[in-house]
Nanobody, 116 residues
Framework: QVQLAESGGGLVQAGGSLRLSCAASGSTSKINGIGWYRQAPGKQRELVGDISSVGIPNYADSVKGRFTISRDNAKNTVYLQMNSLKPEDTAVYYC??????????WGQGTQVTVSS
């Protein structure tokens, strides 16, 4: 089994930066891609971006050029560097992976609040 744990959230002013971490534990050798999602109050959870097992990232249009996803396989950790933050980036951020036959595995989430 795999467990994911996010950290690094907090309160930041618009234009600021935060770096979120997603630490994996358990059967980490079986992890392939990891995704970052966010969910704002009253909205559906949405994909922010993801990164493949070989480190190729993809991003939602809303964060392209501002967010960067990277991974350190030696530390079993994936990072989400968020720059030029906007109030609309305020949400709970989750990391996620898919494991067969369990299905999607989620972390507990970390709150990011961007003040205007």
């Amino acid at each position: 089994q795999v467990q994911l744990a996010e950290s690094g959230g907090g309160l930041v002013q618009a234009g600021g930066s935060l770096r979120l971490s997603c630490a994996a534990s358990g059967s980490t050798s079986k992890i392939n891609g990891i995704g970052w999602y966010r969910q704002a109050p009253g909205k559906q959870r949405e994909l922010v971006g993801d990164i493949s097992s070989v480190g190729i990232p993809n991003y939602a249009d809303s964060v392209k050029g501002r967010f960067t996803i990277s991974r350190d396989n030696a530390k079993n950790t994936v990072y989400l560097q968020m720059n030029s933050l906007k109030p609309e980036d305020t949400a709970v951020y989750y990391c996620e992976t898919f494991m067969w036959p369990t299905g999607q595995i989620w972390g507990q989430g970390t709150q990011v609040t961007v003040s205007s």
